[in-house]
């Protein structure tokens, strides 16, 4: 009954997200071509607000769990388990402050509309993960970029989405290079549940019903860690363990 009840619900969804995404589009163009950054920012921001309560017509409902007030004035690596493309709104909406920005693979960089275009000019970084000595130089080059404007950084380390919501193991080299390019950093270790549930059944139709948490925890600095692959298992094992079985 509930998988049955999902499709017509699945529908209506893709009608309003696919047109959500449409028109801010235009919106971020406009934004970006006339007005720069500041105004880009600002619709980007209201794209995640929109895109969730499209979400929200599919019965989901969200919860962001954040008790630590973060200083807008540090730059920040926000660490976080992968579950489905649903994880970027609520953490792009409530980190907002922070100006946060995505290691993502180049395939997203084209195509999509509204993401693709805020991929390209927004300040994240594309890599081409068949690719190392490109992947190499852009975080290196973008980690630059966050350590002088004080902005955050979101990387997914398990490299790609669980299906199932159980990790997978991090891959640590871009959280090295991270790490290294932005000394200055804390690193914000933040946990995801049930954003997989919303796949369950594939692209169509989606899971309906659920509740989709983020907990963010307790941040870290680089400085206190000499050796910094117990700083990156730290990071792991704080995430992993808050991941409902």
């Known amino acids: 009954m509930r998988k049955l009840l999902a499709y017509p619900l699945s529908v209506v ?24 950054y500041k105004a880009l920012k600002i619709s980007v921001d209201w794209l995640q607000f929109f895109i969730m309560r499209c979400l929200n017509l599919l019965g989901t409902r969200i919860s962001f769990y954040n008790p630590y007030k973060i200083s807008t004035d540090r730059p920040l690596i926000i660490v976080s388990n992968h579950q489905s493309m649903f994880d970027i709104s609520p953490i792009m909406w ?5 100006h946060v920005k995505f290691v993502s693979k180049k395939e997203l960089g ?26 190499l130089a852009a975080m290196m080059t973008f980690g630059d970029y966050i350590e002088q404007t004080k902005r955050a950084a979101v990387i997914f380390p398990e490299g790609t989405r669980s299906k199932t919501g159980v990790p997978k193991p ?11 390019k ?3 950093a ?11 549930k919303m796949l369950r059944y594939g692209n169509f139709p989606m899971g309906i ?4 948490t983020f907990t963010v925890h307790k941040p870290l600095e680089i400085i206190n860690f000499t050796n910094k692959v117990e700083l990156i298992q730290q990071v792991e094992q704080t995430i992993v363990e808050a991941i409902e079985k």
Not at 13 to 36: A, E, K, P
Not at 209 to 212: E, L, Q, S, T
């Open 13 to 36: 969804f893709y009608l309003c997200f696919g047109l959500t995404l449409v028109i801010f589009h235009v919106i971020q163009w406009i934004s970006f071509n006339v007005f720069g």
């Open 94 to 98: 409530y980190m907002r402050k922070h």
């Open 110 to 135: 084209k195509g999509i509309p509204s993401v693709s275009y805020n991929l390209r000019h927004g300040g994240s970084v594309l890599i081409d993960r068949k690719n190392p000595r490109q992947s």
């Open 170 to 180: 991090f891959k640590t080299k871009g959280l090295e290079m991270l790490i290294k």
């Open 182 to 184: 932005v000394p200055s």
């Open 186 to 196: 804390l690193i914000v270790p933040v946990t995801v549940n049930n954003s997989w």
């Open 209 to 212: 019903g659920n509740h989709m």
